[in-house]
């Protein structure tokens, strides 16, 4: 590790990010003021940027190499935090995935996501002249299963689909031949009622009340609420602060998973639209790292990051303008979460040491 390496980051991305960070928490002060109980989240939320961007920088200067021989130490450090937060994690909202630092809350999925990112992508590279081996996939499959099974029973399906789509799209980055690529997507298709059978019921009322919201109106109030906050939005919003859905108090957890519709009706589409512009400039320049990056340990990393990102970023405002199940997925950087904003500034950070030494140092 080399502090000579900070030169060499890529600044636009960490404003972007540092950007996304601020905007958070002036939008998280207005979501939770006059809010009783909800005082100070904003400050905690720059407490937890500053010490996610101090980690981040400590990321960007180690060498991303060094991960690639601790692939089966940090597999296991992935499996153990996952079965601490089975044995001992805090219950809340009906589910188990905390455990208390003191300081701060960590979500072992969280974790666990960036480290399996390593797991896989090391995985992928000390076999990319095996993808066309169907044992391959297999060991690909063995490898994955155990942490989502233990994620999948917290209950957490939104952090499961997640770490689905990201081992489904680091196989793709990789070069898996196309008839496996049909073949999975077929023989998921396939399986839908097994995987349906098998889901909590909960997770299939979600689905139920998403198709057939009549079925239950007090489960659809808070989707109604935010849609009724986007479309008064209009092209400019209200004013900062001057929200009716949200100052009023008819938007539930606007701090933290409904954050959007408290930006569409304050900034209107045009700030919604920087916003999302915002992440489209952070997708690209991941995707310029994973393309710059000097193997393929280091392409599957920053692409990793970007698909983690983008399955973040869509699932949540999906869900906030109905056009997704609601799931408990927050917005990057934005939404109130301290072990998410820590979490994700650090694979931000990881994504930079990528670019940092995409060349050996002359």
């Given at each position: 590790?080399?502090?000579?390496?900070?030169?060499?980051?890529?600044?636009?991305?960490?404003?972007?990010?540092?950007?996304?960070?601020?905007?958070?928490?002036?939008?998280?002060?207005?979501?939770?003021?006059?809010?009783?109980?909800?005082?100070?989240?904003?400050?905690?939320?720059?407490?937890?940027?500053?010490?996610?961007?101090?980690?981040?920088?400590?990321?960007?200067?180690?060498?991303?190499?060094?991960?690639?021989?601790?692939?089966?130490?940090?597999?296991?450090?992935?499996?153990?935090?996952?079965?601490?937060?089975?044995?001992?994690?805090?219950?809340?909202?009906?589910?188990?995935?905390?455990?208390?630092?003191?300081?701060?809350?960590?979500?072992?999925?969280?974790?666990?996501?960036?480290?399996?990112?390593?797991?896989?992508?090391?995985?992928?590279?000390?076999?990319?002249?095996?993808?066309?081996?169907?044992?391959?996939?297999?060991?690909?499959?063995?490898?994955?299963?155990?942490?989502?099974?233990?994620?999948?029973?917290?209950?957490?399906?939104?952090?499961?689909?997640?770490?689905?789509?990201?081992?489904?799209?680091?196989?793709?980055?990789?070069?898996?031949?196309?008839?496996?690529?049909?073949?999975?997507?077929?023989?998921?298709?396939?399986?839908?009622?097994?995987?349906?059978?098998?889901?909590?019921?909960?997770?299939?009322?979600?689905?139920?009340?998403?198709?057939?919201?009549?079925?239950?109106?007090?489960?659809?109030?808070?989707?109604?609420?935010?849609?009724?906050?986007?479309?008064?939005?209009?092209?400019?919003?209200?004013?900062?602060?001057?929200?009716?859905?949200?100052?009023?108090?008819?938007?539930?957890?606007?701090?933290?998973?409904?954050?959007?519709?408290?930006?569409?009706?304050?900034?209107?589409?045009?700030?919604?639209?920087?916003?999302?512009?915002?992440?489209?400039?952070?997708?690209?320049?991941?995707?310029?790292?994973?393309?710059?990056?000097?193997?393929?340990?280091?392409?599957?990393?920053?692409?990793?990051?970007?698909?983690?990102?983008?399955?973040?970023?869509?699932?949540?405002?999906?869900?906030?303008?109905?056009?997704?199940?609601?799931?408990?997925?927050p917005l990057p950087f934005v939404s109130y979460g301290g072990s998410h904003l820590v979490t994700t500034l650090v694979l931000i950070g990881l994504a930079e040491s990528v670019y940092v030494y995409r060349r050996p140092w002359g």
């Open positions: 590790m080399s502090l000579k390496a900070w030169r060499r980051l890529d600044w636009l991305l960490l404003i972007a990010v540092v950007v996304l960070v601020l905007f958070g928490a002036a939008m998280i002060d207005s979501a939770t003021i006059q809010s009783p109980g909800l005082e100070g989240y904003a400050h905690r939320h720059l407490i937890f940027g500053t010490m996610g961007v101090v980690l981040l920088l400590f990321m960007a200067a180690f060498d991303y190499r060094l991960f690639g021989p601790l692939k089966w130490p940090l597999y296991a450090a992935t499996i153990v935090l996952l079965l601490v937060v089975d044995a001992t994690g805090q219950v809340r909202g009906g589910a188990q995935r905390w455990i208390n630092l003191g300081i701060i809350e960590v979500q072992p999925s969280e974790l666990g996501k960036g480290l399996l990112l390593l797991v896989l992508s090391q995985h992928l590279e000390e076999r990319q002249d095996r993808l066309n081996n169907p044992l391959t996939l297999i060991e690909y499959g063995i490898l994955l299963f155990p942490p989502l099974a233990l994620i999948y029973a917290q209950p957490d399906l939104g952090t499961t689909i997640s770490i689905v789509f990201l081992a489904a799209g680091l196989l793709f980055i990789a070069g898996l031949p196309w008839r496996y690529i049909f073949g999975m997507a077929a023989a998921g298709l396939l399986s839908f009622p097994l995987i349906w059978s098998f889901l909590d019921e909960y997770m299939r009322r979600r689905v139920i009340v998403f198709l057939h919201p009549e079925t239950d109106p007090q489960a659809v109030y808070n989707v109604k609420q935010a849609l009724i906050a986007v479309g008064s939005g209009g092209l400019v919003g209200k004013g900062y602060k001057l929200g009716t859905q949200s100052q009023l108090h008819f938007l539930r957890v606007r701090h933290t998973d409904f954050i959007f519709p408290v930006i569409a009706e304050e900034l209107g589409f045009l700030g919604g639209l920087v916003l999302l512009g915002l992440y489209l400039f952070v997708l690209y320049r991941l995707f310029r790292i994973s393309v710059l990056a000097r193997d393929l340990f280091g392409r599957l990393i920053a692409a990793g990051v970007a698909l983690i990102l983008f399955f973040q970023v869509f699932v949540n405002v999906g869900m906030n303008v109905g056009l997704l199940p609601v799931t408990g997925i």
